[in-house]
């Protein structure tokens, strides 16, 4: 499945990019992904935790070896409640483009070479760090959009590339509220990016979790605290800045204004508000030296968003869809192999 293949190039044709078919390299990839993505976490339900005594560390009843039990990471996981299963299903379900008609294909297309988004999307770019692409797909009738799909092809073309050091989490507001036995809200949000770091394969091991204790742990499970949440997602983006080896770490988050209504709101607006002074702490470490880690984060939401907007407020940091632009037929990601 070539990204300049008679397929992208015809709209009409979306549908032969079903990634379920057997004979589709779509197919391929997404069953990579799940490698890519395997979690390292136990596959016990949190219930399972042993229990600890007060006053007793979790670096005692914990230890890091896995011949004397669960590692760390493991045990965080379970406390977040992360299942790495429907992280990996929901991805499957925004890869495949059925749902997306021709015309929203073209403006897929079309936005692909919009200068704001080659230029966020480039590897070499450290300084655009976020971006946020709404409106113009207004369809209540389905769940996920265009948006959807382009949050999870990036990855889909990264990882056919075989391109190392680059990390990929992503979390699909509109298919999260879909499922009724689970919370929606920031909280969740801050909480899956952390498991998706905590089970990632190639960095489950690299995280120093000592600072856990068991109060801050059952802060996240029993009190579900937004902030101790978005303070673990910080601390371990800070640790992987501190890795030797370069890294890159894309953050997709998508339909974001089901997140803005009523009550959801508030802790909507502290965790963009946290990622935003994440964001220019990063540029200030960067300021005359070549970064180890590049956080990027690309927001989408196929309607217009009322609140998040305001944090992305810098040139190049935003695309508003519903202000029209020349339409084409080609998705344009070559900047990818670049």
Known sequence: MNIKSKTLK??????DLNTYHSGDLGLYVLRTL???????????????????????SLKENVPCKANDGPSPATVATQYLLHDQ????QDFEDAASPSNIDSSEMRQLSAL??????????????????????????????????????????????????????????HYFCSLQRARRDHPAGAFDIARSLCGQLLTHAELASAFDLSFLDEKWLRGIREEQSFVKTCQLFLRLLKQLDGRKKAMMVFC??????????????????????????YSKSQRRRQRGKRPKLIFKLLVTDAMATGYVRKYFRRKGEMIDMDEGDERDDDVDLDVLYG
């Open 10 to 15: 015809n709209p009409v044709r979306a549908d």
């Open 34 to 56: 799940k490698a890519f993505l395997n979690s390292a976490a136990s596959p016990d339900s949190a219930d399972n935790i042993p229990y600890r005594r007060k006053g007793t």
């Open 85 to 88: 299963s429907r992280v990996i």
């Open 112 to 169: 692909t070479k919009r200068e704001e988004f080659q230029t966020w999307l480039r590897e070499d770019s450290s300084k655009a760090t976020k971006l946020l692409i709404h409106g113009g797909l207004d369809d209540d009738s389905s769940t996920l959009s265009a948006l959807s799909y382009l949050c999870a092809r990036i990855p889909m073309e990264y990882l056919r590339k075989a391109r190392t050091g680059i990390i990929c989490l």
């Open 252 to 277: 997709f988050i998508d339909s974001i204004s089901l997140y803005e209504t009523g009550k959801l709101r508030h802790d909507t607006e502290r965790l963009f508000s946290s990622l935003e002074e």
